[in-house]
C-alpha cells in the first residue's frame, strides 16, 4: 500500500478560491454533461453511463494524480499508479484496455502516435490544472471516432472567470521527498480574458526493483514534471469569440531493468500543445472550430536506447443547431494527421495515415420523459478505407409527484480501432492487422429520491472482432525469440455489471458505493483487469468549513504474463483505504489539508 501525508503549507488567493467540498462521488442530479452527446444535457435526462468530478471533488484529493482519481471510478481500473510516480500508466474501462478508451482534453481527442497504443500519457498533467473529468462508459464512436470502443474521458481543464484579477498559490509535501509548487494567474478585462498556469513536481521515489540482498542498496527512481498552460479568450460580440492555448509538458522519471533488475535507466518525455477554438453563436444553434496541433518527444536511455517523436494535427468543424424545444441536431467534420517516428527504425515520412470523418446525430428530447440520442459517421483512414459507425441511444425518465423518479436506459453502438502507427512500423510492427470492431450493448435503471438518494444498475456486453494485441515468439526449442502485434482472435466478448448508490444523509454527511464485475470468454486476453471491484466513501464535514472523508477500495484478483518464468501467474486482490482532511480559514482564502 502506498501512504501518503500531505500538507499544504501555503494557499493564498486573491478571491476566493476554495468551496465546501464534497465526495468523490457520481453528482447525478441537478449536474449538466457534455460528453454523451455534445450537447448540455442534466445527468438523469442523459441514456449513457456517465460519471463526473467536479472542481470540489478534485480538490478533496489533494496528493493525487489524475491515475488516482481514474482509478476510484466505477468501471475502471487503472495499473501502474502504485509504483513509483514515473511508472507506466494502464487504464481499463469496461475490461477494454487503452486503445479501447479516448482520452479527450477540452472535448479534444489527444493521442501521442509515437505510443505503442497512440494513447494519450497520463502521467503529464497535473490535477490542479483540472477543472473537471466526465468519463464515460460505453462506445461512442460515432462522436469521436476510432478508439471511443469502450469509454470515453473528458479532461476539462480550468477556465479564466470573471474576476478582474485572481491569483493563487499551492506548495504541498508528501512522502518520499515529494514537492509540489503549482501558480495560477487569471482575469477577465473588457473582451479579453486570459489564465496562466505553472507546475512542478519532484520526487526521490522509491526503488521499483525488489532488492532482496542485506549488502546492497537499490538506488531510488526519482520523478520530475513541470508544466506550463496558457489560454487566452477574446469576445469580439455577443455572438463571435475566439478562444486559443499554448501548453508545454515534460517529465523526466528514473526506471529499473526488466525481472526487477536495478538500473540507472531514465526515460524523458516533452509534449508542445497550441490551439485556436473560434465560436460562434446564432439564434438557434452555434458553429465552432477546434484546430490542435500537438509534438511528442520520448526519450530512453539504457542498454537499449531509444527515441521517438509523434506528431498530431486535429481539425474538427462542428455545427449544432435548436430545431425546436424537443428537437436538436449536430453535424461535424473531422481530420486527423499522425505521424511517428523512430531514430534509426522508422522515418516519419513513411509512418503517417490520415483520417477524414463527417459525422451526423440528433437528440430528441419530449415532454413525456423519452430521451433518444442516435448518429452515423464514416470513418474514412488512408489505409483501411471506409466504415460506418453507429449509435442509438433511448432512455425513459418516469416522475412521480417529483419526490421519486426512475430512469431507464439502453444503447446499441458501433465501434472501429484502426490499427496505431507503433503497432503498424515499429520493429514490432505487422502491416498485415485487421482493424478492430466492437458493437457495444447496455441496459440499466436508475432510481432518484429528493435529489439524496441515487440508485444505478447497468448491464453491459461488448462483441469485440480482431482484438490486437503482442504476443511472444518462440523456437522448437522454447526460446524466446522476440515478438509482435497480432489479432490475438477473431471474436471476444467482454460483458459485465455496474452498481452504485450515493445517499446524502444531511448535509453533513454522505455515504457512496459502488461495485464492478468485468468477464470474458478470452481470459488470456483479460491480464490484469480484475473480475471484481468493490469502493465505499464516507464523508463528513463536523465543522463549518471543514471536510473530513474516508475511502475504502477493494481490487479483486487478477491474472498476468510473467516474463521471467514465461507462465500465468494470478495477482492476489488488495485493498487500499484513504483518509483526508481539510479546514478553510481566513474566509477560506488559506486552507490547510493533509492525507
Known amino acids: 500500500m502506498r501512504k501518503t501525508i500531505t500538507t499544504t503549507l501555503l494557499w493564498v488567493t486573491s478571491c476566493l478560491f476554495m468551496y465546501a467540498q464534497d465526495s468523490l462521488k457520481t453528482t447525478w442530479l441537478q449536474e449538466v454533461v457534455t460528453t454523451g452527446t455534445k450537447f448540455d444535457v442534466p445527468v438523469e435526462k442523459s441514456g449513457k453511463t456517465i460519471f463526473k468530478l467536479t472542481s470540489k471533488e478534485l480538490s478533496q484529493n489533494a496528493g493525487k494524480s489524475l491515475a488516482d482519481l481514474l482509478n476510484e471510478v466505477p468501471g475502471i481500473q487503472v495499473d501502474g499508479n502504485f509504483g513509483t510516480p514515473g511508472t507506466n500508466v494502464s487504464y481499463y474501462v469496461r475490461g477494454g484496455r487503452n486503445r479501447n478508451t479516448l482520452i479527450l482534453i477540452d472535448g479534444v481527442p489527444l493521442n501521442d502516435p509515437s505510443a505503442i497504443n497512440a494513447e494519450y500519457d497520463l502521467r503529464y498533467i497535473p490535477v490542479s490544472q483540472i477543472e473537471s473529468i466526465e468519463v464515460l462508459k460505453g462506445g461512442l464512436s460515432t462522436l469521436y471516432g476510432t478508439g471511443a470502443a469502450a469509454g470515453v474521458i473528458d479532461i476539462r481543464l480550468k477556465n479564466p472567470d470573471n474576476s478582474p484579477f485572481k491569483g493563487s498559490v499551492d506548495l504541498s509535501a508528501a512522502s518520499y521527498h515529494t514537492f509540489s509548487q503549482n501558480l495560477q494567474v487569471q482575469g477577465t478585462t473588457g473582451k479579453f480574458s486570459y489564465l ?193 459507425v453507429y449509435n442509438f441511444n433511448p432512455s425513459y425518465l418516469i416522475n412521480n409527484k417529483g419526490e421519486w423518479r426512475y430512469k431507464l436506459l439502453g444503447s446499441v453502438s458501433s465501434s472501429y480501432i484502426t490499427p496505431s502507427l507503433y503497432q503498424l512500423y515499429s520493429v514490432y510492427g505487422n502491416k498485415d492487422l485487421s482493424p478492430e470492431e466492437a458493437v457495444n450493448y447496455e441496459a440499466g435503471i436508475s432510481v432518484y429520491a429528493k435529489n439524496k438518494f441515487t440508485f444505478n444498475f447497468v448491464w453491459f456486453k461488448r462483441n469485440e472482432t480482431n482484438p490486437i494485441d503482442f504476443v511472444s515468439l518462440f523456437d522448437d526449442e522454447g526460446n524466446y525469440i522476440g515478438g509482435k502485434y497480432v489479432n490475438l482472435t477473431s471474436k471476444r466478448v467482454v460483458k459485465g455489471v455496474e452498481i452504485s448508490m450515493s445517499y446524502e444523509l444531511n448535509n453533513k454527511a454522505s455515504l457512496s458505493l459502488n461495485y464492478t464485475h468485468n468477464d470474458t470468454d478470452k481470459p488470456e486476453s483479460f491480464y490484469r483487469i480484475p473480475k471484481d471491484k468493490f469502493g465505499a466513501v464516507f464523508t463528513l464535514h463536523p465543522l463549518p468549513n471543514s471536510t473530513l472523508s474516508l475511502k475504502y477500495n477493494n481490487t479483486g484478483k487478477r491474472t498476468t504474463f510473467d516474463f521471467t518464468s514465461f507462465s500465468e501467474v494470478t495477482l492476489e486482490s488488495y485493498q487500499l483505504v484513504d483518509i483526508f482532511a481539510s479546514y478553510g480559514l481566513l474566509k477560506k482564502k488559506l486552507t490547510l489539508y493533509g492525507a
Not at 199 to 224: H, L, R, Y
Not at 311 to 324: D, G, I, W
Open 196 to 388: 496562466v498556469m505553472g507546475n512542478n513536481t519532484t520526487s526521490d521515489g522509491f526503488s521499483s526493483a525488489q532488492d532482496n540482498d542485506p549488502n546492497s542498496e537499490f538506488d531510488k527512481d526519482g520523478f520530475s514534471r513541470q508544466n506550463g498552460l496558457l489560454k487566452l479568450g477574446c469576445r469580439f460580440s455577443t455572438k463571435f469569440k475566439l478562444n486559443g492555448f499554448g501548453a508545454y509538458e515534460k517529465f523526466n522519471a528514473d526506471y529499473d531493468d526488466y525481472e526487477f533488475t536495478d538500473a540507472p535507466n531514465k526515460q524523458e518525455y516533452n509534449q508542445y500543445r497550441i490551439g485556436l477554438n473560434p465560436v460562434y453563436q446564432y439564434k438557434k444553434g452555434e458553429l465552432q472550430a477546434k484546430v490542435v496541433y500537438n509534438v511528442n518527444e520520448r526519450i530512453f536511455k539504457s542498454s537499449f536506447p531509444s527515441e521517438y517523436q509523434g506528431k498530431n494535427l486535429q481539425t474538427e468543424v462542428t455545427a449544432r443547431h435548436f430545431f425546436s424545444n424537443v428537437l436538436q441536431g449536430l453535424v461535424g467534420l473531422n481530420y486527423q494527421h499522425m505521424a511517428f517516428d523512430q531514430k534509426e527504425a522508422v522515418s516519419i515520412d513513411s509512418a503517417h495515415i490520415d483520417m477524414f470523418d463527417p459525422y451526423a446525430s440528433l437528440l430528441i428530447d419530449l415532454p413525456a420523459g423519452l430521451n433518444v440520442h442516435a448518429g452515423l459517421r464514416l470513418n474514412t483512414h488512408s489505409i483501411y478505407g471506409s466504415k460506418v
